[in-house]
């Protein structure tokens, strides 16, 4: 667990609107393939991009997401952020909110891409919505452990995605890239190189290259970069 306070000092620029920076504090959970990020929060982000699905839900009062500078604002209660979806978020007053972020190489997260991935910023369906946000602001406010908090960030990625919270964080559908990211994470505090990644795929760098473009989205360095 991670105690946080965000201060977004950058502005976005945005004809007719107020601009105010995003801020808050709260909550940091990390695990295999995802993360929480849970507190209270105010004001509109930065125009922005990441590799993880993200699952951003209203814990209190509710938020809204556009994906085109000129667009007009969306209000959610929850919403999914597809990968690599460029958006901005604006919260008013206020709000307690969590966000989950999921890798979409993940068993989850590709059943979110399956729902959800062309469909751009999406509205999250209302019962699940309310119970794993029940869950989440109650277990926030008491003070539940750092093991539960990450339990119910899982159970709530898995409610959403129609899986097992159980199942394996790192199934894909491509076995060399199972081996290959089980080899990056092991050794992401050092250096890792593309060719080092190969021979754990048991390819030649050219063929993983395209492999690990056409499973993940990204590029080898991108993805390194996000999971650093």
Do not use: K
């Amino acid at each position: 667990m991670t105690d946080i306070r965000l201060d977004n000092t950058s502005r976005a620029a945005t004809r007719g609107q107020s601009n105010r920076a995003i801020s808050g504090a709260g909550r940091i959970y990390f695990w295999q393939g995802g993360s929480l990020w849970i507190g209270q929060g105010q004001g509109r982000s930065q125009w922005h991009a990441h590799h993880a699905h993200q699952l951003a839900l209203a814990l209190d009062g509710s938020l809204r997401f556009r994906s085109e500078a000129d667009g007009s604002w969306t209000q959610f209660d929850a919403a999914i952020v597809p990968s690599h979806c460029t958006h901005e978020f604006e919260l008013d007053g206020l709000t307690m909110v969590a966000h989950l972020f999921v890798e979409p190489e993940s068993a989850q997260g590709r059943a979110l891409s399956q729902q959800y991935g062309a469909l751009g910023i999406s509205a999250l369906p209302a019962q699940a919505t309310r119970a794993c946000a029940g869950t989440l602001l109650e277990a926030y406010q008491g003070q539940a452990d750092a093991d539960f908090m990450r339990s119910a960030g899982r159970a709530a990625i898995a409610r959403f995605a129609g899986t097992d919270y159980t199942a394996d964080a790192t199934r894909a559908a491509d076995a060399r890239l199972v081996r290959a990211l089980a080899y990056i994470r092991s050794h992401v505090r050092a250096p890792v190189s593309l060719a080092h990644a190969a021979a754990a795929a048991t390819l030649s760098p050219s063929r993983f290259r395209h492999l690990f473009v056409q499973q993940t989205g990204t590029s080898f360095r991108s993805y390194l970069l996000w999971l650093r």
